[in-house]
């Protein structure tokens, strides 16, 4: 609890702080099963909004709003390419740390799985 001016006690989970908020945009980025799935791709490397769609089977709007919800979490750049425009992972290292620490926790409560691109989706990714 932290105090107020006039003495009364306040409790801090009533009014989060700024900092609470950032991590809350980061963690509501990863809050989605295709979200993950997006960032799953974009560690294979670049892709265009037409790419996932056809990797994930989602419309075009869809991956266009996930993709939105990510910029604004910090996690995923785009730049233009004549009309076109590629996405990829902001910060690549620290996605697949945060990505890492996620199996781990998971294994720890019984659902182990994979968050990572597998060496032969990224050969295959290199291949393309």
Request: aromatic share 2%; charged share 20%.
């Amino acid at each position: 609890m932290a105090m107020m001016a006039d003495g009364a006690r306040r409790d801090a989970a009533v009014a989060p702080s700024d900092d609470l908020a950032i991590a809350a945009l980061l963690f509501h980025g990863l809050g989605d099963a295709s979200r993950l799935a997006i960032l799953h791709h974009l560690q294979l490397g670049e892709h265009r909004v037409v790419d996932l769609t056809a990797h994930l089977g989602l419309s075009q709007s869809t991956v266009s709003k996930h993709l939105a919800t990510l910029r604004e979490a910090g996690m995923v750049t785009v730049r233009p390419v004549g009309r076109a425009s590629m996405y990829s992972l902001a910060h690549p290292e620290a996605v697949a740390a945060l990505l890492v620490a996620a199996e781990g926790l998971l294994a720890l409560t019984g659902d182990a799985i994979t968050l990572r691109p597998l060496d032969g989706e990224a050969a295959a990714a290199g291949e393309g």
